[in-house]
Nanobody, 124 residues
Framework: QVQLVESGGGLVQPGGSLRLSCAAS????????MGWFRQAPGKERKLVAA????????YHADSVKGRFTISRDNAKNTVYLQMNSLKPEDTGVYYC?????????????????WGQGTQVTVSS
């Protein structure tokens, strides 16, 4: 069982930066694939970035490549999402998710555990 708690969201101007953190409980955190999803109002939840258990493999959606970076610190049971050059279209609730499998996959249904979400609003 894994419990996930996100933090770091907020209101930021276009072009600004935020770093989201997701703290996980559970002794097997280091074996989980981790992902960050975004859900904009009225839209489906979509994968923004994912990282393998060893951090040897990462995935970033085309819409965030070059701007967002996912990373993890297994010693601290934490996964991060560094978001730079933020745009209004990055607005939404960001969810941390964990998958008990080594494969990087994009569908929300393939993730086993979810955090409660943190709001990110990009607006001037």
């Amino acid at each position: 069982q894994v419990q996930l708690v996100e933090s770091g969201g907020g209101l930021v101007q276009p072009g600004g930066s935020l770093r989201l953190s997701c703290a996980a409980s559970g002794r097997t955190f280091s074996s989980y694939t981790m992902g960050w999803f975004r859900q904009a109002p009225g839209k489906e939840r979509k994968l923004v970035a994912a990282i393998s258990w060893s951090a040897g493999s990462t995935y970033h959606a085309d819409s965030v490549k070059g701007r967002f970076t996912i990373s993890r610190d297994n010693a601290k049971n934490t996964v991060y999402l560094q978001m730079n050059s933020l745009k209004p279209e990055d607005t939404g609730v960001y969810y941390c998710a964990a998958r008990d499998d080594w494969r990087l996959v994009t569908a929300p249904i393939d993730y086993d555990y979810w955090g409660q979400g943190t709001q990110v609003t990009v607006s001037s």
